[in-house]
């Protein structure tokens, strides 16, 4: 099992410019995730998904769209890119509680993105 | 206020040594609560879960105070491999951001 995957696994942009960062998971997880991470500023959720067809907003979604294509796929979406969004992207997936309550979530390579 | 605390160190340690860290977080509806290890350049990955009664994985050890919202892991006998940024994770009941992450804490064990 590969667990989840990033592509790509760099990439330098002009503001302005758009792009799309795939992740995707072989695991049958129902949720997936996105965050970012910024020096001081720990992982932020931008979007999630907790099941096949549906999305929602976490922490900091502005300039940002998701598409959860399948349940193996989730993508996020930069339509016109800033310099603010210059950070390191990972992707997470998790399956259902444990009966404990906890859900580990389980991280991709990540991204790391430079706006210029 | 961070949901999160956590000091940034970094915590400089000679190899065998004992290292502790701290973390708070200031939600008292959080429910479940974890370490995670992030190498340099890498992603996060689960080392412990931490549990009300405290809990033990080899050298690691994990501790909650609920009263206090104070979470502490222990590592003895530190490793060069220990080296690497610890993150205090907390799931927050209802909450739909899932997890909230601190921004970690810096380790590095020298020879």
């Known amino acids: 099992n590969a667990g989840v995957t990033q592509t790509p696994k760099f990439q330098v942009l002009k503001t302005g410019q758009s792009m799309t960062l795939q992740c995707a998971q072989d695991m049958n997880h129902n949720s997936m995730y996105w965050y970012r991470q910024d020096p001081g500023m720990g992982l932020r959720l931008i979007y999630y998904s907790a099941s096949e067809g549906t999305t929602d907003k976490g922490e900091v979604p502005n300039g940002y769209n998701v598409s959860r294509l399948n349940k193996r796929e989730f993508s996020l979406r930069l339509e016109s890119a800033a310099p603010s969004q210059t950070s390191v992207y990972f992707c997470?997936?998790?399956?259902?509680?444990?009966?404990?309550?906890?859900?580990?979530?389980?991280f991709g390579p990540g991204t790391r993105l430079l706006v210029l | 206020r961070k949901e999160v605390e956590q000091d940034p160190g970094p915590f400089n340690v000679p190899e065998g040594a004992t290292v502790a860290f701290n973390c708070t977080y200031s939600n008292s509806a959080s429910q479940s609560f974890f370490w995670y290890r992030q190498d340099c350049r890498k992603e996060p990955k689960l080392l412990m879960s931490v549990y009300s009664s405290g809990n033990e994985d080899g050298r690691f050890t994990a501790q909650l105070n609920r009263a206090s919202q104070y979470i502490s892991l222990l590592i003895r006998d530190s490793k060069l491999s220990d080296s690497a940024t610890y993150l205090c994770v907390v799931n927050i009941a209802g909450s739909a951001r899932q997890l909230t992450f601190g921004s970690g804490t810096q380790l590095t064990v020298l020879p």
């Open positions: 997470a997936s998790s399956d259902r509680d444990d009966p404990r309550g906890s859900k580990t979530q389980y």
